[in-house]
């Protein structure tokens, strides 16, 4: 008996040892629209007054601390045993919020560092990119700022490009994209979200001419769906398939669209707003840092999610409704991609 004991103890501690050691090997990246996560903290120059204690949305300190408590929430289910890697976030205002982000909620002992730079947006809102330093060593990062040539005082969130040694020493090429929005309607805006696009396309073709097959990641909310212009024409983002080279770009986000899949609900449809878009060498298993289709998942937990009133199913449980506090999360659902390395 004793020794049947033994052997079973043995037999866990294997599959344990097996599972945890697989678990190292994944470099876990999220995707995530936060939906305007403002500090309490006047900045004189943006509009963020509605997001201000005493202003219109009736913004204070114990929601923004749940705010900041609910996103902890979330990356950490998501991470599970293997906290992600790296994270890109939509809608921050500010460099104190990701401090507080990272050192005032549940993800406090994880160790994140971020890369931010402030954006001309009128509102205040960027972009970000989180990173656990033991899994990406960062070795470059700057904002891609946006001048629209025909609409010169026309004002939107830059890009973000970071690039950083993940841990088979390879360099990962890392954007975060917020897309101006469809505020105004689809097609009135869609010059704007076209030329965007471009200047993304001119800086991934930069990386192209120093190295023949680089690993390039682009993520973050294009306003835009996998089949629209600005991703599939100007950005030349392609359908994965068993014919990837690593010339050309692939959006992982495909399969999700064509199958009314997605990370955002509007008028009752699903849509995949929030995107990851790789180079096809990182589809490569051959090589030491890849990425399988079949890795790439929208986060969809159900405490992410509340019943859809007026439409059928569920919708995003939202931080807020028009100007209703609803105390939820945010009104996308994250997107994250399990890379495998050697």
Not at 319 to 327: D, E, I, L, R, S
Request: charged residues 25%; hydrophobic residues 40%.
């Amino acid at each position: 008996m004793k020794v049947i004991l033994l052997f079973a103890m043995v037999a866990v501690f294997a599959v344990s040892a097996f599972s945890q050691t697989a678990d190292d090997k994944v470099f876990k990246v999220v995707g995530y629209n936060v939906e305007n996560l403002f500090d309490c903290v006047d900045d004189s120059l943006t509009n963020d007054a509605e997001f201000l204690p005493g202003g219109m949305r009736g913004w204070n300190y114990e929601k923004y601390q749940r705010k900041l408590n609910n996103i902890g929430r979330v990356i950490t289910a998501i991470g599970g045993w293997n906290p992600p890697a790296v994270i890109g976030l939509c809608e921050v205002e500010s460099r104190k919020c990701l401090y507080d982000l990272t050192r005032n909620s549940g993800l406090k002992n994880l160790n994140y560092r971020f890369v931010h730079h402030e954006s001309p947006d009128l509102r205040g809102v960027d972009v970000a990119l989180l990173y656990r330093p033991d899994k990406f060593k960062v070795l470059n990062e700057r904002p891609l700022s946006i001048h629209f040539p025909d609409a010169p005082n026309s004002k939107t969130r830059d890009l973000l490009y970071v690039s950083g040694q993940v841990p088979t020493g390879d360099t990962l090429h890392v954007f975060v994209c917020h897309f101006p929005s469809r505020l105004g309607g689809e097609l009135e805006s869609e010059d704007k979200r076209l030329f965007v696009a471009s200047v993304l396309r001119h800086a991934v073709d930069s990386i192209y001419k120093l190295c023949i097959a680089p690993n390039i990641l682009i993520m973050g909310d294009f306003n835009d769906y996998p089949d629209n212009e600005s991703m599939k024409t100007v950005l030349g983002a392609r359908v994965p398939d068993e014919n990837t080279t690593p010339g050309f770009l692939y959006n992982m986000m495909y399969d999700f669209h064509k199958n009314g899949k997605g990370t955002h609900k509007q008028a009752g449809e699903w849509g995949a707003l929030d995107q990851m878009i790789v180079t096809g060498a990182l589809l490569n298993t051959k090589n030491k840092f890849s990425l399988s289709p079949s890795d790439v998942h929208i986060f969809d937990a159900e405490f992410l999610l509340e019943t859809d009133e007026k439409g059928l199913g569920k919708k995003p449980f939202r931080t807020y409704v028009g100007m209703k506090y609803n105390g939820g999360f945010a009104d996308h659902l994250p997107v994250y991609a399990d890379f495998k390395y050697q």
